[in-house]
């Protein structure tokens, strides 16, 4: 079984809280990862396990070791009684593990009964840091049944698991389009990848109102499918683009999306640059969010033309990354991001390409998306 990088937060926060809540998207491992700290088990989903949770409430409650409750918006009274069990004896700590795919009544539950009793963390699919082959990870994705481990799967995995999202999934935390819309929402969104969100536009073809476009996005974001990564906003005498960029989470469901097969050629396609774009994306921020780390994450484009693909903002520390599709990056990349990062006053700035070796001098980075990685999981910045 592959470690996942993100144990040893969840670790380190039992340590601290008497509970701790994982959410992340369907099938990314979650009861895995759980089950492999854990004690005891319950899938809430099921009203068998609903029934023996109920019938053995005492003796639960003074279990040694974590215990996990999965799919735990299916029972809401499950967290007024865990607050009353975690109030009764507020010095211990490590006590539960809750999961859950962002179900709205899941984060309410949270939110309105175990505020302040709990650390909440996220995991993703397997990344960079997990899964060694960049390239085998960028066609295919990183949800462990999807094909990353070597199961001849893909597209196949990837197509039922959007339907049963757009079918199922979706629906029971309150999307209310049909189907066919969700998943024309779907297609739609992965032409889009990578570009400024236009909510009128995705509207018009849709036949529906820009709120409403917004509204399914919402729902979309919260299941951990895309991201909406929004602009920074400098105080600078240019004129900056105002509309997040949208992207795809995962690359495996993105190419199953634009329709490539297993056996295609991955360079071959004319979105391929903005799919390693995302994919670099991705793999960052969930590689240094693994870690423990806070920042907040944006792109940068004036209207002039210059821009950075991705700026992370950890107050006294701002970095600015560009990625580019390409073992031999032109002088004048970095002079381009030369001057963004003069610009943003960045503290670091890098070039992430696909460089035979990776170059480092002082806050100026040239390197490969696996070293990066790398460097941020042995960093000694990066602590849970």
């Known amino acids: 079984m592959i470690k996942r990088l993100l144990t040893k937060l969840v670790m380190d ?7 701790v809540t994982i959410l992340g998207p369907r099938q990314c491992g979650k009861t895995t990862l759980a089950r492999s700290i854990a004690s005891q088990y319950f899938n809430l989903e099921q009203p068998e396990e609903r029934t023996r949770l109920d019938a053995l409430w005492p003796e639960v409650m003074r279990a040694k070791g ?19 069990a975690i109030d009764a004896d507020r010095k211990a700590n490590g006590r539960f593990i809750l999961l859950g795919s962002v179900s709205p009544t899941l984060m309410r539950g949270v939110s309105e009964s175990l505020a302040g009793r709990m650390a909440v963390l996220d995991l993703t699919p397997f990344h960079l840091g997990e899964i060694g082959d960049v390239d085998r990870l960028w066609r295919f994705g990183g949800f462990p049944d999807g094909g990353v481990l070597g199961q001849p799967v893909y597209p196949v995995w990837q197509e039922s ?9 979706l629906p029971n935390w309150g999307l209310p389009a049909k189907p066919i819309v969700t998943h024309r929402l779907f297609r739609m969104l992965a032409v889009e990848h990578g570009s400024p969100l236009n909510l009128s536009k995705l509207g018009q073809s849709l036949g529906l109102s820009y709120h ?6 919402d729902h979309l974001e919260g299941a951990f499918l895309i991201r909406r990564l929004p602009p920074f906003e400098a105080n600078l005498r240019k004129r900056l683009m105002k509309s997040p960029r949208i992207y795809w989470r995962d690359s495996g469901l993105l190419h199953a999306l634009l329709r490539l097969r297993a056996d295609d050629d991955l360079f071959a396609q004319p979105w391929v640059g903005a799919s390693w774009e ?8 969930s590689t ?8 907040d994450a ?14 992370l903002d950890q107050g006294r520390e701002r970095e600015v990354i560009e990625i580019k599709l390409t073992s031999g990056p032109a002088p004048e990349d970095l002079a381009r991001l030369g001057k963004v990062s003069e610009m943003l006053e960045a503290t670091r700035q890098v070039l992430v390409c696909r460089v035979a070796e990776s170059l480092t001098h002082g806050k100026r980075w040239v390197a490969r998306l696996e070293d990066y990685v790398f460097a941020a999981i042995t960093s000694g910045r990066h602590e849970g």
Do not use: C, K
């Open 13 to 19: 926060r039992l340590m601290l809280f008497p509970a």
């Open 66 to 84: 974590p215990v996990v409750f999965d799919e735990a918006h299916h029972w809401p009274e499950l967290f007024s009684r865990l607050r009353g």
């Open 161 to 169: 698991y959007l339907r049963a999202m757009s079918e199922r999934d």
């Open 212 to 217: 409403t476009v917004e509204s399914y996005l």
């Open 278 to 285: 995302g994919f670099a994306i991705e793999q960052i921020l």
């Open 288 to 295: 240094r969010q693994s870690q423990g780390e806070q920042f």
């Open 298 to 311: 944006f792109y940068f484009r004036s209207h002039d033309g210059l821009e950075a693909d991705l700026v």
